[in-house]
């Protein structure tokens, strides 16, 4: 798989992801998407919000679901009114243990530091390792020696732990650990809890009355919504409704790339059903969203699903499953979360009905203060469902898939790259960069390019172009030689190339080359269209 450092150089050299505000140095956790990662993006979108919503069949039971089900979509705000987050629990439990360097007022994520013990010169140091760093074991040795003033490698340097995390060594010790990029050790304070929600004001006064907070989920949109889709759409459960949108988290270490950012997009589903039913449910959408990723191309080798075990969940839930992939910035035989399907039971409803539920407690309970007043009031409103079939009344169970835009672009790129070989102009091979996405998900679908630059060649070439642009994504390329501008599109990952030749001028036939295996094939002028349909599927 390709290196962190060549996805990055890709991303920006052929404008799929640039850094936020590069001009002025950028800002961290921020990024932009240049015009293949824009479509590239929007492909995913689409891809998902079609499989999910707009090509469901309500009528039919799809492969493996229990029933046939609803689905509809909605688009709520980013900014809701601030009891939500209390309600929902983000206002009190939604926070980070971080620690912060005294020296170079840098903040860090107290499970993310990770370091070991260094011993030399009658001293013992807990070496940190910068968060970023590609090789950890490399920057800590950098680090060792110069601090030890002795060479890397020298017998006089002792390791007198392996790595380990942060969190593992008392607060009592941190005297004796070296921040990442601190002068000399005990400048790390103790570890302090920092609430991930952005926080702004809503009006022209800024006083807390008048805070408000950015998403930091699309969620909740759907809950604060179910009573609203129910009462006017017509569906019944089993109901899934859908939302694409931006989400905001002030992760206190973005980092690796877009992987974890402070503005992200999500896409998600809050699937309502019957509770007797919910266990099937949980563990269709956790199957379901699986296959979605190989279906797009992703290698089954690369990602795994991971239950989450018993003490891990809290005790409304009866199930959360992480699909996750092995991203090549991670620790050999380490993976990172793509998307999590959780089984909810009726926590968020009864939440918004009831007030702030404690998720520990069997039964859940409202959360009280030592008043014994409710520590966050809900709507109190009546968000349970009736079925008119059976006449019950119920507070449904809720599955969630939450998938992650980003990460899922990031995923598909890391999978997608890949070196092989291929013939140049002069049939010699020679190494290419290729990206294997998806024909569905690729930015550009059709290259149209004319083998030179006469004969009538670019005419033909650039009324194919015309014929095709309003169907698919097409660029027409004249520059450079074939082999070059052939290059240029396996680096994008363009799945055909449609090349107007010297036998085109004799029998009006195009050549067609496929990305993948370099075949080759004719197909007459006139039926372009088709073939390109017929190819990538659309
Ligand atoms: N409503 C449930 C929820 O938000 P989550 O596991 O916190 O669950 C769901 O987030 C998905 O959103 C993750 O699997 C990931 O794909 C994406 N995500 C979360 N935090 C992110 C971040 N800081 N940067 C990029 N993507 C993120």
């Known amino acids: 798989m390709a290196t962190l450092s060549e996805i990055t150089s890709l991303c920006k050299r052929r404008g799929f992801i640039f850094q936020s505000s590069e001009l002025y140095g950028g800002i961290n956790g921020f990024w932009d998407y240049g015009p293949l990662g824009t479509e590239l993006k929007r492909n995913i979108r689409q891809a998902w919000w079609r499989d999910m919503v707009s090509w469901h069949n309500p009528l039919l039971a799809p492969a493996g679901a229990p029933a046939a089900f609803a689905m509809v979509g909605i688009e709520t705000s980013v900014i809701m009114n601030p009891q939500v987050w209390k309600v929902s629990g983000h206002y009190d439990l939604f926070q980070d243990l971080m620690v912060d360097c005294r020296e170079t007022k840098l903040r860090y994520r107290y499970d993310q530091l990770r370091g070991r013990w260094a011993e030399a010169r009658g001293r013992k140091i807990f070496i940190t390792a910068d968060p970023d760093a590609e090789d950890e074991f490399d920057f800590v040795?950098?680090?060792?020696?110069?601090?030890?003033?002795?060479?890397?490698?020298?017998?006089?340097?002792?390791?007198?732990?392996?790595?380990?995390?942060?969190?593992?060594?008392?607060?009592?010790?941190?005297?004796g650990v070296l921040a990442p990029q601190a002068q000399a050790p005990g400048t790390l304070s103790e570890p302090r809890e920092f609430n991930l929600m952005f926080k702004t004001y809503v009006g022209a006064l800024t006083s807390e009355e008048h805070a408000a907070y950015l998403r930091p989920e699309t969620a909740q949109g759907i809950f604060l919504n179910f009573k609203n889709v129910i009462d006017s759409s017509r569906v019944r459960l089993p109901l899934g409704i859908a939302q694409i949108g931006k989400s905001f988290r002030n992760e206190i270490t973005p980092r690796q790339f877009t992987f974890r950012s402070r503005e992200f997009e999500q896409m998600e589903i809050e699937f309502f059903c019957h509770p007797s039913t919910s266990e099937a449910w949980y563990r269709y959408w956790r199957d379901r969203r699986l296959r979605w990723y190989f279906d797009l191309g992703i290698k089954p080798a690369n990602v795994r699903l991971r239950e989450h075990d018993k003490r891990e969940l809290s005790h409304y839930s009866r199930g959360t499953a992480d699909i996750e992939y092995a991203f090549p910035f991670l620790p050999a035989g380490d993976f990172g979360e793509l998307e999590g399907v959780a089984h909810r039971g009726d926590f968020d409803l009864r939440s918004h009905m009831e007030g702030k539920l404690d998720p520990n407690s069997n039964p859940l309970l409202v959360e009280r203060d030592s008043a014994g007043q409710p520590r966050w009031r809900g709507s109190g409103k009546n968000l349970a469902y009736r079925d008119e079939r059976t006449n019950e009344t119920y507070i449904p169970h809720v599955i969630e898939p939450s998938a992650g835009v980003d990460r899922a672009l990031l995923a598909f790129i890391c999978d997608a790259m890949q070196t092989d070989e291929a013939p140049d102009d002069t049939g010699t091979l020679r190494q290419r960069?290729?990206?294997?996405?998806?024909?569905?998900?690729?930015?550009?679908?059709?290259?149209?390019?004319?083998?030179?630059?006469k004969d009538g060649m670019p005419e033909i070439a650039r009324d194919i172009h015309n014929a095709l642009v309003r169907h698919v994504a097409v660029q027409y390329d004249e520059k450079d030689a074939i082999g070059r501008r052939y290059r240029r599109a396996d680096e994008i990952g363009t799945p055909l190339c449609i090349t107007v030749d010297g036998q085109t001028l004799r029998d009006n036939t195009v050549t067609f080359r496929n990305r993948d295996d370099l075949s080759q094939w004719r197909v007459h002028v006139n039926d372009c269209e088709a073939e390109v349909r017929r190819f990538i599927g659309a």
């Open 433 to 453: 960069s290729v990206l294997r996405l998806s024909p569905r998900l690729a930015p550009v679908k059709v290259a149209v390019l004319p083998l030179v630059r």
């Open 141 to 175: 040795s950098r680090r060792a020696s110069k601090l030890f003033k002795v060479p890397t490698g020298s017998p006089e340097l002792k390791w007198a732990s392996d790595f380990m995390s942060l969190s593992q060594i008392a607060v009592e010790d941190f005297v």
